[in-house]
T-cell receptor, first 111, second 111 residues
């Protein structure tokens, strides 16, 4: 069974600092990997999708890398803002019919 | 519609009551997923549909849980004889390919 781990579970950073969120998975035979954002009491918003053949994906201040051989993905958020405060979830596609999630990185950006 | 829609947003049920949770996926999306998210945890897979066919129900925690998608569009997750441990947020997602889009979720509280 695929196990997805996110470290650290929670972190606080001052506004303007870069954020680095780590995700590791046990089975490297993944299909794709997706990063989500979840605000309190809300659903999940898709941030980035990395295809299994890709090494990274970028959208604005967000950049996600994927290293399948080592079972790792990293989400970088440049120049963090208070509006970036949320929980960030990493999810690995197992085939095309199931996402396996980590428990999330809970981020607080301090103004 | 523009996104995945779930109803109701909140449901309080007395222990032993039956509940039905509805999901309207993005129009034209073939795949539909249900997930359960306990407080402070990542979402856990419940079941997967491709059109009207339920191809994977291995995540349903007991035979009190039942899901259907009779016409390949709207889906209903039914929980019979609810118990306190069923209290969670139930998330629905749809996809066309391997990028999933989630609804806002239904928060179920069993009292």
């Amino acid at each position: 069974k695929q196990e997805v781990t996110q470290i650290p579970a929670a972190l606080s950073v001052p506004e303007g600092e870069n954020l680095v969120l780590n995700c590791s998975f046990t089975d490297s035979a993944i299909y794709n990997l997706q990063w989500f954002r979840q605000d309190p009491g809300k659903g999940l918003t898709s941030l980035l999708l990395i295809q299994s053949s890709q090494r990274e994906q970028t959208s604005g201040r967000l950049n996600a890398s994927l290293d399948k051989s080592s079972g790792r993905s990293t989400l970088y958020i440049a120049a963090s803002q208070p509006g970036d405060s949320a929980t960030y979830l990493c999810a690995v596609w197992e085939g095309n019919n199931r996402l396996a999630f980590g428990k999330g990185n809970q981020v607080v950006v301090i103004p | 519609g523009a996104g995945v829609s779930q109803s109701p947003r909140y449901k309080v049920a007395k222990r032993g009551q039956d509940v039905a949770l509805r999901c309207d996926p993005i129009s034209g999306h073939v795949s539909l997923f249900w997930y359960q998210q306990a407080l402070g945890q990542g979402p856990e897979f419940l079941t997967y549909f491709q059109n009207e066919a339920q191809l994977d129900k291995s995540g349903l925690p007991s035979d009190r849980f039942f899901a259907e998608r009779p016409e390949g569009s709207v889906s209903t997750l039914k929980i019979q004889r609810t118990q306190q441990e069923d209290s969670a947020v139930y998330l629905c997602a749809s996809s066309q390919g391997t990028e999933a889009f989630f609804g806002q979720g239904t928060r179920l509280t069993v009292v």
